[in-house]
């Protein structure tokens, strides 16, 4: 891992007063993370992401999948995906650091479109991968931190220096991956639009033939697919997400469990309470405790 990363994370998140946990930037998609021991697995909504390890190690769980990556490796999600992530190697001597980038699918598939010969898609599997980081991609990441230094010229440069991570990504060693995931037309984003139609309305009932006419699919093909990309069935995706958002409305003070329950579209408060246990491994009440004191990593 280039020694510039763990740098630029250490300085920029000292000056945001230091510690753990989890850092916004001016870069708009942009976080950084440390941590100074293992953490216990905390749940999120990983946008379409470039998630990286620059000392430590961590494990993203996306449903049936487990994802290991640690200092020096990327790990790549091409899909909106509900995930549990946890620092599986990290001291107070050497912090987890690790540094999250947005990636804008327009700009890829733009990219893409540009590449004379255009990669080969990679075969069917999982919407997300583990790569090595090394080379010109390292490079233009360390530039995309420097910009933090010099922010007026973070709107004129930022665009660019996206453009050039994309081009990276999909001429790299895993350019199959990056094009299976990009391809407008291909199933990676197909199934994309049905995730958009079920996290607009998470409080209506899965019809699986909806989700199959946004996709393009039939229902059968949707299915297959959708549990292939996602590791979970639209079922179960649709129960996390709705987990996820009553999880963000009482840390964030807009609910108790039984309201945060009725506005994701539980009838049942008790159903809420055991469907949350099992997907967070402890009661509202409990895992809000510890969450307002422990940062999410």
């Not at 090595?132 to 660019?160: K, N, Y």
Request: net charge neutral.
């Amino acid at each position: 891992m280039s020694r510039d990363i763990v740098l630029a994370l250490n300085r920029h998140m000292d000056a945001q007063g230091g510690g753990d946990g989890v850092f916004a930037t001016a870069v708009d998609g942009l976080y950084m993370m440390r941590a100074s021991g293992p953490t216990l697995p905390a749940p999120r909504l990983y946008r379409p992401a470039l998630c990286i390890v620059a000392q430590g190690a961590k494990q993203v769980m996306l449903g049936e999948s487990v994802f290991g990556y640690r200092e020096g490796e990327m790990l790549v999600i091409g899909l909106e995906s509900p995930a549990l992530g946890k620092v599986t190697r990290a001291s107070a001597e050497q912090p987890f650091l690790g540094l999250n980038l947005d990636l804008d699918v327009q700009v890829m598939r733009e990219v893409l479109a540009q590449l004379d010969p255009p990669p080969q898609p990679g075969p069917g599997g999982p919407g997300a991968f583990v790569g090595m980081l090394a080379g010109p991609l390292a490079d233009a990441l360390v530039r995309m931190l420097r910009l933090l230094e010099t922010p007026a010229a973070i709107p004129v440069l930022q665009s660019g220096i996206m453009r050039e991570i994309c081009y990276w990504l999909l001429t790299g060693p895993d350019a199959g991956e990056v094009c299976r995931m990009a391809l407008p037309s291909g199933s990676a984003q197909r199934i994309a639009a049905a995730i958009h139609r079920l996290r607009d309305d998470i409080t209506q009932p899965v019809r699986i033939d909806t989700l199959a006419a946004a996709a393009n699919m039939s229902s059968s093909t949707f299915h297959q697919h959708f549990k292939t990309l996602t590791s979970m069935t639209p079922l179960q995706y649709q129960k996390q997400l709705r987990l996820l958002e009553a999880r963000r409305l009482m840390l964030a003070g807009e609910a108790n469990a039984s309201g945060a329950a009725y506005q994701v579209g539980y009838e049942s408060a008790s159903q809420f309470s055991r469907e949350y246990v099992r997907m967070f491994g402890t009661p509202p009440k409990r895992d809000m405790a510890v969450a307002r004191t422990s940062p999410a990593i």
